[in-house]
């Protein structure tokens, strides 16, 4: 039941979220055709600098979700109802401080924008749409805890990415109608509060014995402050780029970033998506103290697959990548095949410590963790101001990549093996080491292979570059398919589990 859950989760997430990936690039070729990509690089800005703000939320969503898994496998629904009340308090709570520093900060937005094209006014007003339309959920979503520690996100999933697919149409028309970023920033806002209220309907239709009204239980606060510095730590590390690049290089570099950084962010969060799936089961598997002996053959399975996964998706991407995106937005956007290499390597190492970073969510081990985030944000933050000054780009990847290395890559493996496992961490940095040889090996020879065949050299356009890819990608997937069936027993066991259910089906 648990696996099936997982699967559903997964699926729901996946599939919409790849249609809105697709349109997301017809979006962002609409946005620079009508706006210009200077728009656009402030969307982005605007994204990472609300990212900041969001550290008032404390981790508390986390928090919550953890503390549900317990309460419900004991069917303990006076406990949920009052740690929901809690939920619904906190974050009311929450949201108004948000908006409170986000209005004074609004005062202050155009300073870290070096050449800003937009009036200061009309900057200052965007913000504040911009910020309204992103605290908004603070005021309404607690409801949606309970179904994801149920293992019943796929409810949330579906909502949440039908009506994000209808938000990107909507922008499109707006834009080819010539509406500016306000009047875009306003229609975010209509679609947040229809699908909040889509989302809590049918959350009490589910639990109608749900009362956010109770005596509140504030209890996951003794939590929450170990969460807030993972949340600290994560925000620094994901979200400074574009504000470090506009601040010393400019808007408009922001948005070459963004291009690249779209593409790399589309592949982490479809892998991501796949990762949390598991995370309510994961839970719900250490929540139930029989079944703990379990989780170390699901780790392997669950590393196997993201490491299989990275692989074919780093070697097609660093081939593909520059081709797309000439084809894309213009070759005035391109970089270096060095600076791709440096986003591949980036994503890669994301998507494959999601295996360790889930045990440690599921578990919720946030206090023995928390340095080690918010160390590797500030290193971060640090290496990425002194290195872009001279490297630009290459600087913030650069900086990105170090303080990967030095904290996390050592780190959360480490605890999750000693700590949880009682197993040494030799056995995953061996199996790492090995699937990096796997993967430099058939990049090294993918590369020659589409280099003598002429892959990506002559596309005049996309359906061209979509027609290599058709090609190409198949055949790098068997391969390490066949690799990673052929030399890893966990990844064999999760294949023939998965055509189980669907011959079960």
Not at 259 to 267: C, D, G, L, M, T
Not at 322 to 328: A, K, Q
Not at 410 to 438: D, Q, T
Not at 443 to 448: C, D, I, M, R, Y
């Amino acid at each position: 039941m648990r696996t099936k859950k997982t699967v559903i989760n997964m699926f729901s997430d996946i599939i919409p979220f790849f249609v809105m990936g697709l349109l997301g690039f017809i979006k962002i070729r609409v946005f620079i055709d009508y706006l210009g990509y200077e728009f656009y690089g402030f969307t982005q800005l605007f994204t990472q600098i609300f990212s900041y703000l969001n550290i008032a939320e404390a981790g508390f969503g986390v928090a919550i979700v953890y503390a549900l898994y317990i309460p419900l496998v004991e069917k303990n629904r006076e406990k949920i109802n009052r740690l929901l009340s809690g939920a619904k308090i906190i974050f009311r709570r929450i949201g108004i401080l948000i908006i409170v520093v986000g209005l004074i900060l609004s005062f202050f937005v155009d300073l870290i924008i070096k050449n800003n094209p937009l009036t200061p006014f009309y900057t200052q007003v965007a913000f504040i749409i911009f910020l309204i339309t992103s605290t908004g959920n603070y005021f309404i979503f607690a409801p949606r805890f309970l179904l994801q520690a149920d293992q019943n996100k796929y409810i949330i999933n579906l909502v949440t990415n039908l009506m994000r697919i209808l938000q990107i149409l909507i922008e499109i028309i707006l834009l080819m109608l010539g509406f500016d970023l306000i009047i875009i920033f306003i229609s975010y806002f209509v679609i947040m509060i229809i699908t909040n209220i889509i989302i809590n309907r049918l959350a009490y239709k589910k639990y109608e014995w749900i009362n956010t009204n109770t005596k509140a239980d504030m209890s996951t606060f003794a939590n929450t402050k170990h969460v807030l510095m993972h949340n600290v730590g994560s925000i620094i590390a994901l979200n400074t780029d574009n504000i470090i690049i506009s601040a010393f290089i400019g808007v408009d570099v922001v948005a070459i970033y963004a291009y690249y950084n779209y593409i790399a962010q589309f592949i982490i969060s479809i892998t991501t998506r796949i990762i949390n799936s598991t995370q309510e089961s994961f839970g719900n598997l250490f929540a139930s103290s029989k079944e703990k002996e379990q989780s170390m053959d699901t780790f392997w399975e669950m590393n196997s697959l993201l490491f299989y996964m990275a692989s074919v998706i780093f070697t097609v991407t660093y081939i593909s990548m520059n081709d797309f995106i000439s084809l894309w937005v213009g070759e005035k956007f391109l970089v270096s095949q060095f600076t791709v290499l440096l986003f591949c390597i980036i994503f890669f190492y994301r998507i494959v410590r999601g295996t360790c970073n889930v045990i440690v969510n599921g578990i919720g081990a946030f206090k023995d963790t928390k340095w080690q985030s918010l160390f590797e944000g500030l290193l971060n933050l640090t290496l990425s101001i002194i290195l872009v000054q001279r490297y630009h780009i290459n600087g913030v990847l650069f900086a990105t990549i170090i303080s990967y290395l030095v904290t996390g890559f050592w780190f959360v493996p480490n605890y999750v093996f000693n700590k949880v496992f009682n197993k040494s961490s030799i056995l995953y940095y061996r199996n790492y080491f090995v699937n990096v040889v796997l993967l430099i090996v058939v990049l090294l020879v993918a590369k020659e292979f589409s280099d003598f065949i002429g892959l990506y050299k002559n596309n005049v356009n996309l359906v061209y570059w979509f027609v290599d890819s058709v090609i190409f990608t198949p055949i790098i997937s068997i391969i390490f398919f066949v690799i990673y069936y052929t030399v890893y027993k966990p990844f064999r066991l999760l294949v023939n589990r998965i055509i189980y259910l669907i011959k079960k089906k």
